[in-house]
């Protein structure tokens, strides 16, 4: 299996960035598809937010947040990332990590074996 571990969130102003990144570690991290989900205050973890292919040749942004974020990774260090610019208000949530054995770039967080602990980020207005 894999351990992953998010950090990089924090509070930023509206219209500034951040940039996520996801640490794993155990199980060889190409073979996983990975994405970034988020949990607003009083929701669930479900958001889907974008996804990427083992290889990174196949990516996937969820319609919210397409045109300001950026899913992308390094297999070589093991890292997924997640840069998030234009940040908006809505947009403050725990956001989490998450990897799936399977080859398809689904949004279903059902789909996802492993997740992260998490990070904050909070957009003030």
């Known amino acids: 299996q894999v351990q992953l571990v998010e950090s990089g969130g924090g509070l930023v102003q509206a219209g500034g960035s951040l940039r996520l990144s996801c640490a794993a570690s155990g199980r060889t991290f190409s073979t996983y598809t990975m994405a970034w989900f988020r949990q607003a205050p009083g929701k669930e973890r479900d958001e889907f937010v974008a996804?990427?292919?083992?290889?990174?040749?196949?990516?996937v942004h969820a319609d919210s947040v397409k045109g300001r974020f950026t899913i992308s990774r390094d297999n070589a260090k093991n890292t997924l990332y997640l840069q998030m610019n234009s940040l908006k208000p809505e947009d403050t949530a725990v956001y989490y990590c998450?990897?799936?054995?399977?080859?398809?770039?689904?949004?279903?967080?059902?789909?996802?074996?492993?997740w992260g602990q998490g990070t904050q980020v909070t957009v003030s207005s």
């Open positions: 998450a990897a799936r054995t399977g080859n398809s770039l689904t949004r279903g967080a059902e789909e996802y074996n492993y």
């Open positions: 996804a990427i292919s083992r290889g990174g040749g196949n990516i």
